[in-house]
């Protein structure tokens, strides 16, 4: 069930499921660098599809029309509430999955515990708003410029905002045993061996 729940306060509390007596705190953080590094190279290869789109594809010939960048990057904005939506699909259907504006920004929440697999699905599932629209922006034709500079924009926000989620990712592949389940609980992401079926 999703909820929508509107704007909350950047401490706003979250209910959260009991975890088991064996459940541990995923190692490591996302560390201010990797985050950087990661979101970073998301608008580096937007911009390399660009200049390969341009210079490589079209001789050198603009693809895009530059005052509606400025377009483009309200769109991609907007977009990140379905980045969050796409981070709760993988959940269990019969889990509450809340989207929120906390603290100004979008944010996306369950307490559900799921498999090792389903939580680094939960946290990449966000990249195809970098993915689809570039791919687009790639196969379009030059001269539908304003198409072009809209899908490129998007895309590359898209690519760069799950910066956060590429470390969370990388920190579960790196931490978290393989059949262990993950579920969210006060002071981050818990990981424990369940023989029982939770997801």
């Not at 088991?20 to 937007?46: K, S």
């Not at 924009?153 to 262990?180: F, H, K, M, Q, W």
Request: hydrophobic content about 45%; overall charge positive; aromatic content about 12%.
């Amino acid at each position: 069930m999703y909820k929508f729940i509107g704007m909350v306060k950047a401490d706003y509390g979250y209910e959260y499921e009991p975890l088991p007596d064996n459940a541990r705190l995923m190692n490591g953080e996302r560390t201010r660098a990797i985050v950087l590094i990661t979101g970073f190279l998301g608008i580096v290869f937007g911009y390399a599809l660009l200049l390969v789109k341009q210079y490589i594809l079209n001789n050198g010939e603009t693809v895009i029309n530059k005052p509606f960048i400025l377009l483009g990057s309200a769109l991609g904005a907007l977009l990140l509430l379905l980045h969050e939506f796409l981070h709760l699909i993988p959940y269990p259907k019969n889990s509450t999955k809340i989207i929120s504006i906390k603290g100004g920004t979008p944010s996306a929440f369950c307490s559900a515990a799921v498999s090792k697999s389903t939580f680094i699905v939960s946290s990449l599932l966000p990249v195809l708003l970098g993915i689809i629209p570039l791919i687009l922006f790639m196969l379009l034709p030059s001269e539908y410029k304003v198409i072009n500079t809209l899908l490129w924009t998007t895309g590359t926000i898209g690519l760069a905002s799950p910066a956060n989620d590429y470390a969370d990712a990388l920190r579960c592949l790196r931490s978290v045993p393989p059949e262990c389940k993950i579920q969210s609980g006060k002071g981050g992401f818990y990981y424990f061996r369940d023989t029982l079926s939770r997801s």
